[in-house]
């Protein structure tokens, strides 16, 4: 019987629907950043054709969505677990600077 006072820490946690929310979560972000990145990809070869600088463009936005999409897709994993662990700062840091890269090349383009 566990207590009530919360102590009994070797006791599996009833997850509830936490775990899918989390995931529901981040993949809502992710095929948002996925939108994101589509329309600055449009836009830049919409706005600059295709040449060499618009091909980089492109190729930025594209690998920082891919990259967003690998911090994502580990979290979705992490949160499985019966004690899934904090998101470290590390991870936090990377899909924050892959969003924001993404919206600084999207408004690179509008120029």
């Known amino acids: 019987m ?4 919360g102590t009994n820490r070797t006791r ?3 997850p509830g629907l936490q775990p899918e929310r989390t995931q529901l979560a981040w ?3 992710t095929l948002a950043c996925a939108v994101a990145a589509s329309l600055a990809g449009r836009q830049t070869l919409h706005t600059a054709g295709v040449g060499p600088v618009s091909l980089l463009a ?3 936005v ?5 990259a967003f999409l690998a911090v994502a897709h580990r979290r979705i994993r992490a949160v499985d677990a019966p004690r899934p662990p904090a998101l470290s700062p590390r ?6 600077g892959c ?3 993404v919206a600084l090349f999207g408004a690179l383009t509008l120029r």
């Open 62 to 66: 594209v690998l920082a969505w891919l």
């Open 2 to 5: 566990p207590e009530g006072n």
């Open 58 to 60: 492109l190729a930025l």
């Open 12 to 14: 599996t946690r009833d």
């Open 91 to 96: 991870a936090a840091v990377a899909a924050v």
């Open 27 to 29: 993949r809502r972000t």
């Open 99 to 101: 969003a924001a890269a």
